[in-house]
């Protein structure tokens, strides 16, 4: 990541400066993940665009940092016969695969 500016040092309010060298502080110590996080979504008919799950679906799509992924997609694969797992081992794949799961 670059950050190029062309302001001088003497233009920067005290508060500029604070939120400059946290900022600084915060890519050291953390690094910078631009890596994107898997959101396993469940709740009504993703289809039903009165649902909670849709509305919360439709504001995280827009973020691009965000990877949406839904039960219906999985149970689609099941029914096709690509996974011959127990519910157990698939609990455990989706743990190990998903950043964050919503249940709504």
């Keep these: 990541m670059t950050i190029q500016a062309s302001v001088k040092i003497e233009d920067l309010s005290s508060s500029d400066i604070k939120k400059s060298i946290d900022t600084i502080r915060n890519i050291i110590i953390n690094g910078i993940n631009d890596t994107k996080k898997v959101i396993f979504i469940c709740g009504k008919d ?53 950043d964050l799961i919503i249940l709504i």
Excluded at 49 to 68: D, G, M, V
Excluded at 71 to 97: M, T, V
């Design 46 to 98: 993703k289809s039903d665009k009165e649902s909670y799950r849709f509305k919360i679906s439709q504001l995280l799509e827009h973020n691009t940092n965000y990877q949406l992924a839904y039960p219906e997609d999985l149970f689609e694969d099941l029914l096709e016969g690509q996974a011959n797992n127990s519910l157990l081992s698939l609990e455990q794949q989706l743990a190990e695969a998903v």
